[in-house]
């Protein structure tokens, strides 16, 4: 067709294009796309399971082959693939177009302009569907309840740093300094969605849960070693080190299974009667620092740990590394989730009476303005007229009464 070409093909055409992808989390999801799409185009789902295993990523490999060496309509494959999915939500199948656009572009299939907007024109309108439920303290004491050390560390990390998920299972042991106070992370431009290189903060109750998880670790490690050996010799994964030095060594997947767990066990669990998705999913943990720490915090601070991009030259530039010590550390109970209910209860109480004792200054600052200004008529008036106020005592008159608000 008019508009595409194609070209050189590459020994593995989804694995090489992936590659490209700076985040974890886009690799994943373009992947997934791709599969999908293949899946549509020869009308069969080729994985078993949810989770692709080396044999399906080997499969798929193949039929993206072929299917770029085929003499193909792409617009129009393109356009039933977008059509097909018009029951998904509407933030997935814009992925979904993005991930096959690009999938195309890598591999020289070059869609002009009028064929991008006619496949456009088949995106639903609209954003994400799923209703989600707020995440409070008691919900995540809730579901750290019901995990292991590994998961409780990985949650109140997540919890009091405002990090993303992918970020931190790319830690690696020495970008955590447990010693500072508050504990410092150090998250490097390879691990982030901006590549900018950041630090964020954790809570002490989370520092107190890394320390805990360091203690099981190793042995986790062997473990985990030892029952992926069956996976492994079936091609269904990875190999396991126990030298393996990230923060926390294992990947989403596991995340997943370990969150849906404890969803269920603290009978959490909900799915959207819409799209079928979790309505607590961890991500929301990073909505829950923003949330927290955003009430009392500076917002270009919170904003900054959170690694968004547009803050953190702009605070790094006019906020000193202390200054921000300083504000977390002051605000750091917002972010503890074991914190007793009483002490939030306190800080609630003694802002909104702060708020009100800064009336009562307000209203005492005028009435003495006022006072200033009558004595100040008063002596005006006896300078003019000096005879007529000799041996007289002043009577100050004041134009209203003073009203003090009333409960002070």
């Not at 989600?132 to 949650?155: P, Q, Y």
């Not at 890394?210 to 203690?215: A, L, S």
């Not at 670790?217 to 050996?229: G, H, T």
């Not at 009336?359 to 005492?364: A, G, M």
Request: hydrophobic share 35%; net charge positive.
């Amino acid at each position: 067709m008019p508009g595409e070409t194609r070209q050189g093909r590459q020994k593995d055409p989804i694995g090489d294009f992936v590659s490209e992808c700076r985040a974890t989390s886009t690799l994943h999801a373009y992947r997934s796309s791709v599969y999908s799409f293949l899946d549509f185009i020869y009308e069969k789902k080729h994985r078993k399971t949810r989770y692709a295993t080396e044999e399906d990523h080997a499969l798929y490999s193949e039929l993206a082959t072929r299917y770029l060496a085929e003499d193909r309509d792409y617009t129009n494959d393109f356009k039933r693939y977008i059509i097909s999915l018009k029951d998904e939500p509407p933030l997935t199948v814009k992925l979904r177009y993005n991930a096959i656009n690009e999938f195309f572009k890598f591999h020289d299939i070059d869609l002009s302009q009028k064929q991008r907007d006619m496949v456009k024109a088949k995106l639903p309108l609209g954003n994400a569907r799923t209703v989600e439920r707020e995440i409070e303290h008691e919900t995540v004491k809730s579901l750290i309840a019901h995990m292991d050390a590994r998961g409780r560390a990985l949650c109140l990390v997540l919890a009091s740093s405002g990090a993303r998920i992918g970020e931190i299972l790319q830690l690696q042991v020495s970008d955590i300094d447990l010693k500072s106070d508050p504990a410092e992370i150090t998250i490097r431009g390879e691990y982030t969605k901006t590549k900018m290189q950041r630090f964020t903060f954790i809570s002490k109750e989370a520092a107190l849960a890394v320390n805990e998880w360091f203690k099981v670790r190793e042995k986790y490690l062997v473990s985990a070693e030892n029952r992926n050996r069956g996976l492994v010799r079936a091609g269904k994964g990875k190999a396991k080190s126990i030298d393996d030095n990230h923060l926390f060594p294992f990947s989403t997947h596991v995340v997943s299974q370990m969150w849906e767990t404890a969803l269920k066990n603290s009978d959490l669990f909900s799915l959207d009667s819409s799209t079928g998705r979790k309505q607590i999913h961890v991500h929301m943990l990073r909505k829950f620092f923003r949330s927290q720490l955003g009430m009392s915090c500076p917002v270009d601070i919170v904003e900054a740990l959170m690694g968004h991009a547009g803050y953190l030259t702009d605070a790094y530039r006019r906020i000193s590394k202390a200054q921000m010590k300083e504000a977390y550390l002051k605000n750091e109970f917002r972010v503890t989730i074991q914190a007793p209910r009483d002490l939030q209860e306190i800080s609630n109480s003694f802002e909104n009476k702060m708020a009100a004792h800064s009336d009562l200054i307000v209203h005492l600052s005028n009435e003495n303005l006022q006072l200033k200004n009558q004595i100040g008529i008063i002596c005006q008036h006896r300078c003019k007229n000096p005879q007529n106020h000799r041996n007289k005592i002043p009577q100050l008159c004041i134009s209203e009464e003073i009203k003090i608000p009333s409960g002070h």
